[in-house]
């Protein structure tokens, strides 16, 4: 092997190139690219008889050449000249046209690109671009037949072309094949072979689930004497749970899923349930136009349903930067960006991001367009929800029932509840609260440790960017009160925050260590807090407050010590180790609170007092990049100078519903009022600490990333350069022009824009998905480049076809499951993919379609043929993401930013499929890396497949992978049979699904025995590779050899691919 | 180089083509020009002789060491001498430079901050060098000092980002894996690309900042470390033996090739060479990271022990990497974020670094190896004229000037380039932002920016961006 090394050692990229550099430096050789594009299987050769099409020919030529100065982008236009747009290209400036139809050496055009003079000659030498002599010759000749124009195929809406004839009449199974074999028939080719039976059940069965057929599927199929056993397989995978997963992958990929924020805190984040919502779509088969707009907008649709809302959380997969100096405005800019990338690469299939800063090149979407397109997207806030499954939200209505039963027996144990709570009431309604006023904040930056505090309109200020997790936040402010008797201070709920807040820790709850408050006269300075006289503070209520209970877990430190959270009396006892809390259980933790704290002794306000606040919060944990921060999120402080201060903190609710007549009042005021009002009776003590502790019952959920959309809208603006420091002019809602109009009454809004996406009469939207769901069954898309259907993407090989599938897939109700079956029921994707050397030569991307295609399976996948062919493949659906062994080292400075936490599953959590394993960005997860898994950091609609040494050693070596050969040799004993040869066979079919030939059985046979030899002779030690642990009842040697075997069979190149 | 301009190898058939295009410039390039140019016509062409790696012009240097010291290290407690500065410390400054600025965590209306250490002029050629760096300030006449840097981002990823990749969003290819895709690799056992993390922390980029983005994974950086496997899942499993491997790797290269036979697909071929290369690798690593034979001067001159993870160990088989061929190798010490503690960090972070810093360039120029390497030396961006927190011990980001080094590879020995102004706050004269210094870095390894393009998804993009760049001339030799 060693020998021939080099010819295909240099094929290693990066790797290994062992000839000289400096040598080759002198060699230079173009190879014009478009020669192929004109000439190659794109479109066949141009003859003199066929019309030149300006889209498919004539466009990539100045497009790639001349639109940059003489394009859509009028900031960048040279000389006044279009040539994108036909009557600029016509037009006669002085008696000259750049293109005077059916007279070439009248049009300026071909003066230009063929002048001899560097002067006159275009494109100008310093672009480094020239057109070739057989572009040129295009030109002329196109311009000679009359330089017609047509419009970007892609921009036009897809019409189903007539089914074209072929010579060939048996071998089409349905319309893709006459599409397919036209083309191969004017190429002068032959379709390839059908598959055999085994191969096409491995490769549908990878196709559409990810997995590999179990033994006794392939027995089945294989015996399976119907006609319609590849039809009865196909309706089986899809109807699989599997199939739902494999295909929730590809969209992650687009959408750039990934477990945490990104940037250098890169903080874990709960998105799953998004994901599960993903593989459900795809199981239900929802038609993919509803797909789309309950990504988009799910949160606007009538009476939105959880699921509907958590589809939104498509587009927050867009990365978070926490890190300590940043602008959240910025941030959020570049995530609406993001999603505006998305959006463009996932849906349109145009690569919309260029107009970001600027007015796209080669595609008519201006700088403004980009804007207008983006305040759909404008108006939403970051919100992260509470998320139940099914189990949890029976729970939490079992607890509710449970509650109202009790309440119920109260009313009809005590017939006088009604008098002792009205009784009640006129007391509560008589007192009074006092006039607060707000106190607007100046933060002092050396002590807030790079949280950022946003400003609201009701003089409150929302905690956003980097959150400490220990600190002692101080802000001053002043007011035009004589006294202050009393601070009020509001913790309020935001959609930005987590759960929504008020606080900012994971539960979107808060704990507020030690409230303080100094004055100083104006122009003391806040570093010299010290020197600030303190104001006593006698006494606190506050409307919520929690039993007294230890700090829970998930705020850590290093060295723990006693920290303990509660009442409201724990913010003001000069205590660190106490705390208020807002988080009084799952159920009412996510609310409104407010505290009051009395002053000892009303303080007198000189003219020019300044007043100093210091909201200690220390009960976070250490580890600011992991989620630890138990901080105020929103809140607001106002104070008044009244004498008569209320004795309890009344809940908001309850005093809104306390201020309506009776009459006025709705069934859950009412009951509202009810359970307040059993608080604060005596003898209903008992009945309130059961149903607080019924409460604690309520499970917590998990959250999802979502967008709410705002009442209040934000004005969009340009954003000169993309700059979100330089807005230019407002912008309103809108979309490009050369697509499809957007109709909607009054202004339209990001559910218009969702609806405007799959529109039927989009012109790119169902190519774009079509062309993606072609890639993953061909290697390669009909056009290579499924991000970018635009002017400077690949012109599709079968035009009509795309055309074709588009319109059918749309007609099926936009049903990918039928797409599915339409593709996978053709002979051009039954053919074998093997390759004669004539084809390699001829069309070594397979992009004639003349046979299937053969390649390495992806990442998540090589994982899950190793765990499936072992046994050891957990095939549950759905649910967190796991953390599968990984090596420490990886989620540890220095290798990590910040230390991570990679909680390890030992059980069988760790054999989930690779789509379940959590995926930190800045450390993806190694091996699903190196087989080329992206890392969510942009989003991919076509994955790199390399082949590499990185991924020959995760195969040989990594301890999953030789966990599952271990597990595979465990297998093969117990069910490979008793003899050698039936155990190689056995084993080499749970890998290759297929029986190994004669010749391959030889070879793993000698393999065997001298695994064996060396065992028995005592060179390979069971203890040391099995471990001290043993294989059960199995013979150790034997278990050793057989894993030996085993770790082979799974590193064949066959094992990992599809063909 | 992929950019409409395809060399290939005078090797062969089309067969051997497509497998290299895979490989060099992977499916992720303009899969349009690719596929016809391999499919069609030109395929004929195939058989003219074209290199594989093939430069723009000759180059002047052929390798990278790259000391990204993450986190921003403070210009001017280290290189930028700003005597006013000193003679301003403690006043506001002039709210003309403010307009507009923004800091990350200050408000820019700070006093300012003079140099917490002194300065004095070294070798022939004079620079100024603080007194952090007494090992540095031997070197000075074989190293070209850059004043002038700018860059736009001021908070730590996204500035590492950009430095690493000319971009700040995610998903661009680093500087590294352009070279490897540009250049490849001269040595068969070793990826063109290696990194290494020392200090504090990893850098904030996290793997981005070493990633190939949208080049074919190979061209990723490959994380090599000094404690356990230097490369993950380098050693077998264990009391799997070589004889093993060795038996593995042949029954498997038996049955790929017969597979190979049977379907006709080259990409079983680059497999089997793959798993070739990774058992070399098995043994070529370990014997690169075994500073056992490195002679003990040598190890006292950077200040490293065989044994002991550092900044200084890193260096040394940086040095070995260089001798092997490898392309680029990048060494991250993130532990420069000063906000606070300024003084007695920055003492620890050059006692950690100087030392090796200035051993690595004597060294290298020993073995007549600094000629055709260039050491790169620097931060994200550099730190505020003005104070940060009480204590006048810390500073804040600042992206408007700060200064890196670099030393070989046909950059100018013994030249100061550039200048801040008085208060070091904006770039006086000669302004090299990133994308020059990218530029310029291109430049010297045979590389015209504006051309060194890869197509994806229907775009040429570039290391440099779509900004215009230049290359800054005087820095050459």
Redesign the interface.
């Known amino acids: ?2 020998q021939d ?1 080099p ?13 000289p ?17 004109l ?4 479109f066949g050769q141009a003859s003199a008889d066929d019309p030149i099409s300006y889209d498919r020919q004539i466009r990539p030529i100045l497009s ?1 050449n001349c639109f940059a100065c003489h394009g859509p982008d009028a900031e960048a236009r040279k000389a006044d000249l279009r040539l994108d747009v036909h009557g600029a290209a016509i037009s006669v400036h002085d008696g000259h046209a750049a293109i005077v139809p059916g007279k070439p050496d009248e049009s300026d055009l071909v003066h230009r690109i063929t002048s001899a003079d560097p002067e006159n000659r275009m494109p100008p030498p310093e672009s ?1 671009k020239t057109l070739s002599e057989e572009e040129i010759t295009l030109v002329r000749e196109w311009i000679l037949q009359g330089a017609e124009w047509s419009s970007h195929w892609a921009f036009t809406p897809p019409q189903r072309p007539a089914k074209p004839q072929t010579l060939g009449t048996d071998w089409a199974r349905n319309p893709i094949d006459a599409f397919v074999l036209s083309r191969l028939e004017k190429e002068g080719l032959q379709p390839s072979l059908p598959a055999d039976r085994e191969t096409l059940l491995r490769r549908v069965s990878l196709d559409l689930t990810g997995l590999l057929p179990p033994l006794e599927v392939v027995d089945a199929v294989l015996a399976d004497p119907s006609d319609h056993w590849y039809e009865n397989l196909i309706d089986r995978l899809l109807a699989s749970p599997h199939y739902g997963e494999r295909w929730a992958r590809h969209w992650m990929d687009a959408a750039q899923y990934a477990d945490s924020d ?3 805190k ?1 903080k874990p984040r709960q998105v799953w349930a998004w994901r599960d919502w993903v593989i459900k779509a795809f199981n239900e088969d929802l038609p993919f136009d509803q797909f789309i707009v309950e990504q988009v907008a799910g949160d606007m649709l009538p009476d939105a349903t959880q699921d509907q809302i958590v589809a939104t959380g498509f587009l927050r997969n867009s ?1 978070i ?1 926490e ?5 959240p405005e910025q941030f959020r800019m570049e995530a609406l960006f993001n999603r505006m990338e998305i959006v463009g ?1 996932a849906v349109l299939g145009v ?1 919309v991001q ?1 107009a970001q ?1 600027h007015t796209h090149k ?1 595609d008519p979407i201006t700088h403004t367009d980009y804007f207008r397109m983006l305040a759909f997207l404008n108006n939403s806030a970051e919100a992260c929800d509470t998320v139940y499954s099914q189990t949890e939200q029976e729970q939490r209505a079992k607890v509710v029932a449970l509650i109202d039963e009790i309440e119920a027996d109260v009313k009809k144990s005590d017939p006088d509840w009604r008098e002792e709570m009205a009784a009640w009431e006129a007391i509560a309604r008589t007192s009074t609260e006092p006039a607060w006023k707000t106190v607007s904040l100046t933060f002092d ?2 002590s807030v440790g ?1 949280q950022k505090h946003l400003p609201r309109e009701d003089g409150s200020y929302v905690a956003q960017g980097y959150a400490p997790t220990q600190f002692h936040p101080k802000m001053t402010g002043k007011t035009d009160l004589q006294k202050v008797t009393a601070v009020r201070l509001d913790l309020l709920s935001d959609a930005n925050l987590p759960r929504g807040g008020p606080g900012r820790s994971i539960y979107g709850a808060c704990a507020l260590s030690e409230f303080e408050m100094r004055v100083a006269p104006e122009g003391t300075s806040i ?1 010299e807090y010290d020197k600030w006289t303190p104001v006593k503070i006698a006494s606190a209520i506050a409307d919520v407050n929690p039993r007294e209970r230890t700090l829970g877990s998930e705020f850590p430190l290093k060295e723990e010590r006693k920290r303990v959270t509660g009442s409201i009396e724990m913010a003001i006892d000069g205590k660190h180790e106490t705390a208020w809390t807002t988080d009084i259980d799952p159920a009412r933790r996510n609310q409104a609170r407010y505290a009051i704290f009395r002053l000892a002794e009303p303080l007198t306000i000189e003219p020019g007092t300044v007043i100093a606040f210091r909201l200690s919060q220390l009960h976070g944990g250490w580890n600011s990049d992991d989620n630890q921060n138990n901080n105020l999120g929103r809140f607001r402080i106002s104070l008044t100078d009244a004498d008569a201060l209320p004795e309890v903190a009344i809940p908001a609710p309850v005093r809104a519903a306390l201020a309506l007549d009776q009459a006025a009042r709705t069934e859950p005021d009412n009951r509202t009022l009810f359970s307040y009002w059993r608080t604060t009776e005596q003898s209903l003590e008992e009945v309130s600490a059961r149903i607080d502790a019924l409460w604690q019952a309520v499970p917590s959920g998990a959250t999802q990333l979502v967008l709410h959309e705002r009442e209040t809208p934000r004005t969009t603006h340009r954003l000169d350069r993309g700059d979100f ?1 330089h807005p230019a002019e407002e912008v309103q809602p809108g979309v490009p022009a050369f697509l499809n109009p957007l109709v909607a009454e009054g202004t339209p809004d990001r559910l218009d824009f969702a609806r405007w996406l799959v529109s039927r009469e989009s012109p790119t939207t169902a190519r774009a998905y079509v062309n993606r769901v072609w890639q993953h069954y061909f290697g ?1 898309g009909l ?6 259907l ?1 002017t ?4 599709p090989s079968h035009p009509d076809l795309l055309d074709w599938l588009s319109v059918e897939f749309m007609d099926s109700g936009w049903s990918i499951k039928q797409l599915h079956r339409l593709i996978l029921t053709s002979a051009t994707y039954k053919q074998a ?5 004539d084809l ?6 397979n ?2 379609l003349a046979r299937a295609t ?3 399976v992806e990442g998540e996948t090589v994982r899950d043929i190793a765990l499936a062919a072992s046994g050891l493949l957990n095939t549950t659906v759905g649910g967190p993401s796991v953390y599968p062994p990984a ?1 420490e ?1 990886l989620f540890q ?6 230390p991570k936490i990679w909680a390890t599953d030992h059980g069988a959590n760790q054999y989930r499929r690779g789509l379940y394993t959590f995926r930190f ?4 997860y ?1 091996a699903l ?2 087989f ?1 898994a992206p ?1 969510g ?2 989003p991919c ?2 994955r ?11 195969l ?4 999953l992978f ?1 966990d599952c050969a271990r597990g595979l040799a465990e297998t093969v004993l117990d069910e490979g049979g008793q003899t050698d040869r039936s155990r190689i066979e056995y084993a080499f079919r749970r890998c290759a699904t297929r029986r190994p ?1 004669e ?2 059985v030889a ?2 046979e ?2 065997l025995a ?2 064996r030899a ?1 065992i028995a002779a005592g ?9 001290a642990e043993s294989g059960g009842a199995r013979d150790r040697g034997e278990l050793v050899a057989w894993t ?1 075997v085993a ?2 069979l799974l ?4 094992t990992i691919s599809r ?1 | 180089m992929c950019n ?6 005078g ?10 295009f ?3 410039c ?3 390039l ?14 004929a ?1 195939a058989s ?12 002047r240097a ?1 390798q990278v060491i790259y000391l990204f010291m993450a986190g921003a290290p403070s210009q001017f407690e280290l290189f930028d001498y700003k005597p006013e500065l000193t003679k301003f410390d403690g006043t506001l400054p002039p709210p003309e430079l403010l307009k ?1 600025y ?6 820019p209306n700070s006093r300012l901050l003079g140099s917490r250490f002194n300065f004095a002029q070294h070798g022939k050629s004079g620079a100024w060098v603080s007194e952090l760096l007494p090992h540095f300030a031997n070197i000075v006449d074989d190293v070209t000092i850059i004043k002038s840097m700018s860059t736009d981002a ?5 500035a590492q980002i950009l430095m690493s990749t000319g971009s700040q ?3 661009r290819p680093s500087v590294g ?1 352009w070279l ?2 540009g ?11 290696v990194v290494f ?12 900042v070493w ?1 190939s983005g ?7 950086g ?2 090599f ?1 000094t404690s ?1 496997d230097p ?11 070589d ?3 060795r ?2 790797l042949d ?9 190979l036979e ?18 070399r ?2 043994s070529s690593a370990p014997e690169l990271m075994d500073l056992t034979n490195e002679p003990k001067h040598i190890m006292e001159m950077y200040g490293a022990e065989p044994n002991v993870p550092s900044f200084a160990k890193n260096c040394v088989l940086a040095r070995r990497m260089i001798e092997r061929g490898v ?1 680029f190798v990048q060494l ?1 010490h ?1 532990a420069w974020d000063q ?1 606070g503690n300024l003084r007695n960090d920055l003492k620890k972070n050059c006692g950690d670094t100087d030392k090796a810093c200035a051993a690595l360039v004597q060294d290298l120029k020993m073995r007549g190896l600094l000629d055709e390497t260039i050491v790169i030396w620097g931060g994200e961006f550099g730190r505020t004229p003005m104070v ?3 204590g006048d011990d810390g500073r ?2 600042h992206p408007n000037a700060f200064t890196v080094w670099v030393a070989g590879g046909g950059f100018k020995p013994g030249l100061s380039y550039g200048e801040s102004d008085e208060l070091g706050f904006n770039v006086g004269r000669d302004k090299v932002h990133v994308r020059d210094f990218h530029a310029t870095l291109l430049h010297q390894l ?1 590389f015209d920016h ?2 060194f393009t890869f197509r994806t ?3 040429d993009a570039k290391l440099t961006g ?1 900004e215009p760049a230049r290359v800054v001339r005087d820095l050459i030799a």
Not at chain 1, 783 to 788: E, G, H, I, K, R
Not at chain 1, 792 to 795: A, I
Not at chain 2, 48 to 59: D, N, Q, R, S, Y
Request: proline share 6%; with cysteine; glycine share 10%.
């Open positions: 092997m060693l090394a010819e295909s050692v240099r094929l290693m990229g990066g790797w290994a190139l062992d000839w550099t400096r040598l080759l430096t002198h060699m230079t050789l173009r190879v014009r690219l478009i020669a192929g594009l000439t190659g299987f794109g790639k480094e990104g940037f250098e890169d990365m930067n890190e300590g100096g940043i602008d690469r690569t260029c800063c080669y930056d050396s790079g570093a420091l390669e056009t290579a480049t499924t991000s970018d635009g400077q993407g690949e012109p993919s093997t390759i004669s050397a390699l030569e001829r069309d070594p991307y992009r004639m053969r390649y390495r090596p080292f400075p220095p290798a990590s930013y910040g960005r800045s450390v993806p190694p890396q190196a080329d890392a950091d942009a609609t076509r790199v497949r390399s082949n590499t040494p990185i991924q020959a050693l995760t040989l070596n990594e301890p030789f030939v010749s391959e070879v793993l000698q393999f001298k695994q060396r060179e390979l030690s069971p203890d040391a590779i099995l471990g030996l770790r082979t590193n064949l190149d066959e063909q | 409409g301009e395809y060399p290939t190898a090797l062969s058939g089309p067969a051997i083509a497509r497998r290299w895979l490989q060099q992977g499916v992720g303009g899969a349009a020009a690719l596929g016809h140019l391999l499919g069609g016509a030109s395929v062409r003219e002789p074209v290199a594989a790696k093939l430069t723009h012009f000759a180059p052929k507009n923004r800091a990350a965590f200050i408000d001021f908070n730590h990823a996204p969003q995610f998903g894996s490897s895709y250049l490849g690799s001269e040595n068969k056992d070793l990826p063109a690309f993390s020392s200090g504090q922390k990893g850098p904030s980029g996290g793997s981005a990633s949208f080049l074919p994974t190979v061209h990723d490959v994380m470390r356990g490369v993950l899942y380098l050693s077998n499993p264990s009391g799997l033996d004889t093993v491997q038996d593995t029954t498997l290269g038996a049955l790929n090739t017969q597979r049977a379907t006709g697909d080259p990409e079983i071929a680059t497999r089997i060479n793959s798993f070739e290369l990774a058992f690798m098995q392309r991250f993130e906000h940060q927190g009480d804040d980001h045979g504006s051309r998804q229907g775009l779509v």
